[in-house]
């Protein structure tokens, strides 16, 4: 007969949410049971994500890099790509991680239980063919699963989502795109480094939606020499598979209406994994979309369960996940904490990357709120041109009667690492004085951030301000 298990607190879900929110309860003192489906903590992110995608696009940029660099007077051959060692890195990277997050769990006492659990009552989990976990407190990290599109299913290997597309199981000479959000653009761009003509297609008006046009511009200018094609306003209506492909049909402006295509990836999104969960034994409510309700300790309409990450809401990012889990452990474990960031860092990881936090313009628009805007383009910085690289962009965004810091965005290689610096200042309630007046390295890509905060007090160097002009 299978166990029963008491736990304090039981995580169901071991992604980047739940695993952090099971080790700080442990290291908090309370007796915890990790619950995932996989046989190894990790999630998502690490099996089926961030990691992944992430390995498989530096050895896109490595391509792009070494294709570029003839600016500089180096020439390589083309790129022989071995894709059984490309695929055997990425899967060692995983394994890597997820035996150290195995290792954690040990010696933290965390007890990892590997199946599917599903709630039977308010205080009991049933592990699929394993231990009844009876609990005092739980949190719900089951994450989300992408998004399918009623039209766009189709019974054939050659159609792929996120996960199937990472495997990375041929470069196919074709590959259609569906959906011009990061996932798609992230993963058009390691096909097309590896040599795939890769069409992208945009239902909107514009790549990332949602995201400040200024800096997603040097991105869809540099996207059209990477990939074959890019449709705006164009909707896939319909998929169907031929001898030699996936035939897909087209409806915007465009000239050609039906295309075939090797493989097809459609990335359209993703939703909470809430389903099948027995959320409605354990008395926990979700709402329309999905996603179960919280309130701002992260507690769900049931008072002893908690729920974080991709399940809980927007925007599913694995640090928004990771930090959930960590003030939903804390409020266990009795801390008087609520979940108040000023700011949520997102990252795209093209090329060139996109990164923002705190207010966007676009936001800041649509809340009719007024706003100082300080933009400083790369073709100032001597780092970017160092790089080859001066078509980034760096801008801050500030409270014009206090000079806050509200928001920062940036376009260029490495807006991932420097958007960090933004978080700080935001999080800080930093003025754009304070980083104006904070030295940074020379020649670096920061310089760019403390430049556009210059352009705002009148110190900038590498950008003239005709202040006869102005006045
Ligand atoms: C291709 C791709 C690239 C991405 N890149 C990034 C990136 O660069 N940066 C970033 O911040 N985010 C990225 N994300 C998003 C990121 O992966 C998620 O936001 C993050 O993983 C959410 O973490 P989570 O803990 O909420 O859930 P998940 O990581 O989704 O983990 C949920 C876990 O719950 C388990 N589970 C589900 N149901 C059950 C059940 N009934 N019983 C037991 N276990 C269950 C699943 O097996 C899974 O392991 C990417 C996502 C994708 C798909």
């Known amino acids: 007969m299978a166990d029963t298990l008491n736990t304090e607190l039981v995580v169901l879900g071991g992604g980047p949410g739940g695993y952090a929110a099971a080790f700080l309860a442990a290291d908090r003192g309370l007796k915890v049971t ?5 046989v190894k903590p990790g999630g998502t992110c690490l099996f089926v994500g961030c990691i992944p995608s992430k390995a498989l696009l530096h050895a896109a940029h490595l391509i792009t890099d070494a294709r570029e660099a003839g600016a500089f007077g180096l020439t390589f ?9 490309l695929r055997a890195k990425k899967d060692k990277i995983i394994d890597l991680n997820a035996s150290h ?25 049933q592990v699929e063919g394993g231990a009844t976990v009876q609990f005092k407190n739980a949190i719900i990290a089951t994450g989300s699963v992408p998004t399918k599109l009623p039209g766009l299913t189709l019974d054939s290997a050659r159609l792929l989502d996120s996960t199937s597309a990472l495997q990375l199981e041929n470069v196919p000479a074709t590959l259609l795109v569906v959906g011009g959000g990061y996932i798609g653009l992230e993963m058009g761009t390691v096909y097309a480094a590896l040599g795939s003509k ?27 020499s990477q990939f074959h094609q890019v449709y705006l306003n164009t909707k896939v209506a319909k998929l169907a598979e031929v001898k030699d492909g996936i035939r897909a049909t ?9 295309q075939t295509f090797e493989k097809v990836m459609v990335a359209v999104g993703r939703r909470p994994n809430s389903a099948n969960l027995g959320l409605d034994k354990a008395e926990v409510d979700i709402d329309q979309k999905g996603f179960v309700k919280v ?12 729920a974080i990450g991709d399940v809980a809401g927007e925007p599913m990012l694995a640090h928004k ?6 003030l939903a452990a804390q409020v266990i474990a009795g801390e008087p904490l609520v979940w108040d960031p000023r700011a949520i860092p997102a990252v795209v990881f093209t090329d060139p990357e996109i990164a923002w936090c705190g207010l966007t313009e676009t936001e800041a628009a649509k809340q009719n709120r007024e706003v100082r805007v300080a933009r400083f383009h790369w073709a100032g910085s001597g780092r970017a041109m160092t790089l080859g690289r001066s078509d980034g962009v760096t801008k801050i965004i500030t409270d014009p009667k206090t000079d806050q810091v509200l928001g920062v965005g940036l376009c260029g290689p490495g807006a991932g690492e420097l958007i960090a610096e933004g978080v700080i ?26 430049e556009a905060a210059e352009t705002l007090h009148d110190l900038a160097s590498h950008v003239f301000v005709n202040r006869k002009k102005v006045l």
Request: with cysteine.
């Open 321 to 326: 996940a990771s930090h959930e889990g960590k």
């Open 295 to 306: 309130n701002e300790q992260r507690r769900t309409t049931n008072p002893n369960i908690f």
């Open 198 to 224: 890769v069409t992208c297609v945009e239902l909107t008006g514009g790549l990332l939606p949602g995201v400040d046009a200024d800096l997603v511009r040097p991105l869809a200018a540099r996207i059209k």
């Open 34 to 38: 990790l619950i995932d489906a996989a």
């Open 425 to 450: 200042a935001v999080e800080m309630g930093a003025t754009s004085k304070d980083i104006a007046l904070s030295i940074h390295p020379h020649p670096t890509l920061t310089e760019t951030i403390s």
């Open 250 to 258: 087209f409806e915007g402006d465009l000239a050609e209406k039906e």
């Open 77 to 85: 051959a083309p790129p022989k790509i071995d894709l059984n060692v």
């Open 101 to 125: 997050l195995l290792e954690l769990c040990k010696k933290r006492q965390v007890t990892f239980l590997s199946g599917r659990g599903v709630f039977t009552d308010p205080a009991t989990i």
